[in-house]
């Protein structure tokens, strides 16, 4: 099989020849180059108008020179479907190469396949690092968030809940008078940088740039060296990709992670996710560059596993969507492969956990280890079964950022626990708090988590105690299908990542969070999140239902 590939969603004009045959690539591509500042939709539009002729007309000559001389194919340039990017992306640029590829496929008497820009992304990364059903985090210009199969289709496990990490960026680059594309300027200065305090902002498995870039402007305006401004951007922003991603293995399972997007070009990012993988025991796949920045071989590459599955599109049902999740599309190229929450055992389906009682006394999250001891294994005369938890130092960190998160976590972990409890919510017992060592005994309580018992009644009460935890203005942060502990009783753990405020945001924020989780776990997801607002109705904000649909509404494609 061989596919002609088209791309030109924001600013680079390409287009690709792959044979399947030979897993080869042949790519054209004429970036857009702005005089001044970010990207100007009305000149990038101009430009594809220019430029995607130019690269087809090139990828179809090579296409004639390297065509089989057997008489099977329908068109001299052995072409079997024309795949372009469908979105998201700029709309003017994205109709410019939608016609471009509509006028293709008619040229050539093919079918036409509307490809996901992003799924490509991550589709090429797949396909080289030959992983099974990785967990794939994208850092482009305009987007940033965790995908992983499940179910059928790629689920957004976290995502920007503003703005994408390249544009995040360029805003500050462009705000001290730099030249686009931000990114790589930023990655030189920080090579002769030191750390500042910024902000740090991970919401579950989501993540915001928008008030470290205020930050990191307001820290330029007022004189601070650009050298440490950029490089504590890096640690900061490039750490809660790789916080993110890690988050991401511990919910699924899963052991595989792939990096797509012309941010993933950058030196210090990879650096974080290699360590961060390694020390987990992962396994890790950056794709070559060519790969990472936009370019028409992904395209081509997805169009050709589409084609085989089926999934063509008619000319009038053609139309580009700037707003096009990734989440919509019906992965039917991946029907009868494992999904990323494969590691969860039988969590997925609501079954009984299949850890053993080893793994269940011993295991590690996204930041911690947690042990299952007895009172007589422990250096304290605790009056019952006992979990040992201690936050790991993280090597992909820097230093003194790693040290404060640390210590934050620790203090506010055991202080909201308490504070929950006092509130009405069941959380386990605070039995002693060691902040040299980041480690917190606590009450042993549950049976199994939430992910490995998935059913209504337990996900409603779940909803009932936020509900009762926002009104006494604690927001949780990270409750997870893992945060969550079930038995006799449904309790909530691990509030590291929570606070107080009285804000309605941030309560739809920790409803979006555990919502989101569950579409990541489990099989038959709506009746599950719909308990989660059944359950929250009783006992939380009205406020918060209604801001939850803004926040959900809220993420780059919608």
């Known amino acids: 099989m061989r596919v002609l590939g088209i791309e030109g969603t924001a600013w680079a004009a390409s287009a690709a020849l792959y044979d ?18 970010g990207i100007h939709p009305r000149e990038a539009a101009e430009h594809m108008g220019e430029a995607i002729p130019q690269v087809v007309d090139a990828v179809l000559a090579h296409a ?11 068109n001299a340039y052995d072409i079997d ?8 992306g700029l709309g003017p640029c994205l109709r410019t190469v939608g016609t471009a590829a509509r006028a293709a496929a008619q040229a050539l008497d093919v079918p036409l396949v509307g490809v996901n820009h992003m799924i490509a992304h991550l589709e090429i990364g797949r396909h080289e690092s030959g992983f099974d059903s990785p967990v794939c ?4 210009g305009a987007n940033a968030h965790l995908l992983g199969y499940h179910n059928g289709r790629y689920r957004v496990l976290g995502e920007t809940m503003d703005t994408g990490v390249g544009n995040a960026l360029d805003k500050f680059t462009r705000h001290i ?10 990655e030189e200065a920080a090579k002769n940088g030191e750390l500042i305090d910024l902000p740090y902002v991970v919401k579950g498995m989501d993540f915001s740039f928008s008030g470290i870039m205020s930050a990191a402007k307001d820290a330029a305006d007022e004189g601070q060296e650009i050298e440490d401004i950029c490089f504590s951007l890096q640690e900061h922003i490039f750490g809660m990709l790789t916080e993110v991603a890690e988050r991401a293995l511990s919910l699924t399972g899963t052991d595989e992670l792939v990096l797509g997007g012309g941010v993933g070009q950058n030196a210090r990012l990879q650096s974080m996710l290699k360590t961060m993988c390694a020390d987990r025991g992962a396994s890790f796949h950056v794709p070559d560059d060519r790969f990472l920045r936009d370019n028409a071989g992904m395209i081509a590459l997805l169009g050709a596993k589409q084609f085989a599955a089926g999934q063509t599109v008619d000319i009038g049902e053609s139309a580009v969507d700037p707003n096009y999740r990734p ?10 492969e494992h999904s990323v929450a494969r590691g969860r055992g039988a969590g997925a389906t609501g079954a009984e ?13 996204a930041e911690a280890i947690v042990e299952t001891v007895a009172p007589e294994e422990t250096d304290h005369e605790f009056p019952a079964r006992t979990v040992r938890k201690y936050r790991l130092p993280k090597p992909y960190r820097h230093s003194e950022l790693d040290a404060a998160l640390q210590r934050e976590r620790t203090t506010g972990e055991a202080r909201l626990t308490a504070e929950a409890r006092e509130a009405g919510v069941p959380t386990p017992l605070v039995w002693d708090v060691d902040l040299d060592t980041a480690t917190i005994h606590l009450q042993h309580v549950g049976e199994a988590d939430l992910a490995d018992r998935l059913t209504v009644e337990a996900v409603e009460t779940v909803g009932r105690h936020l509900g009762t935890l926002h009104d006494a203005g604690v927001v949780h942060g990270d409750p997870t299908t893992k945060n969550v502990r079930v038995g006799d009783r449904v309790w909530l753990i691990d509030f590291g990542l929570g606070f107080h405020t009285g804000h309605v945001e941030d309560y739809a924020m920790d409803l979006h969070v555990l919502r989101q989780s569950l579409g990541a776990t489990a099989d038959d997801v709506e009746p599950l999140q719909a308990a989660v607002l059944d359950g929250y109705r009783e006992t939380g904000d009205p406020d918060a239902l209604d801001r939850l649909a803004t926040v959900e509404d809220r993420g780059r494609y919608q």
């Open 20 to 37: 399947e045959d030979d897993d080869a690539f042949f790519i054209e591509s004429d970036p857009y180059q702005p005089d001044s500042g």
């Open 64 to 74: 004639a020179e390297t065509a089989a001389d057997d008489g099977d194919s329908s």
């Open 81 to 88: 479907c024309v795949a372009f990017s469908q979105g998201p």
């Open 137 to 140: 985090l994208n850092a482009s």
């Open 177 to 186: 008078g730099w030249e686009h594309p931000g990114g790589p300027k930023v």
């Open 327 to 336: 989440d919509e599309v019906a992965v039917a190229w991946r029907s009868d």
């Open 353 to 365: 956990s299949t850890a053993t009682d080893a793994e269940a006394a011993h295991q590690r999250g």
